[in-house]
């Protein structure tokens, strides 16, 4: 690890002997001093990384205690640079670590032939957040089942007047508001994560034929035209914000930062659920640890696409931290996963 360099100025000489001891001594106490006081102070320099927006709330809380560039540019377009040491516009040389909602294969090569390691880093939700003009919510929240997310999803459900929308809720939540999907339009592991959770929930007993899953899983699907495209998670809540109607996918952390209200989903178990660093560690510890590569030095948790918890929220996943293996991340991954839950993540093994 490169540390910071600490250099002080010589002490002037002194005239009388007996005053250079006692101001020796003196300037030994405040060196000491301000040396413990700088040392306290600096940053561990970690480097430069790339990857998955959804860590950006918690990796911006981290400089506080580390030093260090982020460019949340995507989780695909991280891997890529990371594996290839080609940085985005604007992020310094060399790439020392990424992030990502969707794990590596494990067969990757990095250019150089380094060896790098994968850990979960925490926990994170997808919510479906949605914008309130027009709309009456009942006091205990919006509530979606899966018929309703997915026939949203699938481009079926086109106005929150929707009868299945109002079966949810007890009540019509709006007399005519069209709904505005916004999605992902870069390559992103929220999107992962959501595709993986409706390839597998739009295809069970109560969802209508036309609103089964077929748009296939990855960092990338293709959305039905009359969606609205927005880069990062970010651009996703702000396009929410400044539409009427509009309902999309963004990781629970940008949407608390955003202050958007995100739908209670009906989870596997027959449940409502609200996204809540809680209800994200439920679904997490549904999933099975699965150590993985030709160095066996790759974790990821599995079968999380559907967690069967009671108390579970649906659209759960977790964000990993890829780094080179002859660099030491301990201490910046035990930081992390501390602040993570008071950010809205949730809590990884």
């Not at 509530?143 to 949203?152: E, F, H, V």
């Not at 931290?321 to 201490?331: A, E, I, P």
């Amino acid at each position: 690890m490169k540390e910071f360099d600490m250099a002080f100025y010589r002490d002037r000489p002194l005239t009388h002997l007996a005053g250079s001891v006692s101001v020796f001594a003196i300037t030994i106490g405040l060196v000491v001093g301000q040396s413990a006081t700088l040392i306290s102070l600096a940053a561990p320099n970690i480097g430069n990384g790339v990857g998955a927006s959804t860590v950006s709330a918690l990796f911006t809380a981290l400089k506080s205690k580390f030093t260090f560039t982020y460019t949340a540019n995507g989780s695909g377009a991280g891997l890529k640079a990371f594996f290839t040491q080609t940085p985005p516009a604007g992020t310094p040389r060399p790439l020392t670590f990424a992030a990502s909602d969707d794990p590596v294969v494990g067969t990757e090569k990095v250019t150089g032939g380094r060896g790098y390691v994968q850990v979960p880093l925490v926990g994170v939700g997808i919510t479906l957040a949605f914008n309130t003009n027009g709309l009456t919510i009942p006091p205990s929240g919006l509530k979606l089942s899966r018929a309703s997310y997915c026939g949203i999803l699938n481009g079926n459900i086109k106005n929150w007047s929707d009868k299945s929308i109002s079966a949810d809720n007890g009540s019509q939540i709006a007399l005519n508001v069209p709904i505005k999907v916004v999605h992902r339009a870069d390559s992103s592991g929220s999107t992962f994560i959501l595709s993986s959770h409706l390839n597998t929930v739009c295809k069970t007993p109560g969802v209508p034929a036309a609103d089964v899953w077929n748009r296939g899983v990855g960092t990338t699907v293709s959305w039905p035209g009359a969606f609205i495209g927005a880069t990062g998670g970010g651009g996703v809540a702000t396009t929410i914000t400044s539409n009427k109607g509009a309902i999309g996918y963004v990781d629970n952390a940008t949407r608390l930062t955003k202050k958007l209200p995100a739908a209670l989903l009906l989870n596997k178990a027959g449940k409502y659920i609200a996204v809540s660093p809680a209800s994200i560690t439920a679904a997490i510890k549904d999933g099975t640890v699965v150590t993985y590569g030709t160095n066996k030095k790759l974790t990821r948790i599995d079968n999380l696409t559907d967690p069967k918890s009671a108390g579970a929220y649906p659209i759960s996943g977790a964000t990993y931290f890829l780094y080179y293996s002859d660099l030491d991340f301990k201490g910046f991954i035990t930081g992390a996963k501390a602040l993570a839950p008071s950010l809205g993540y949730g809590s990884v093994p």
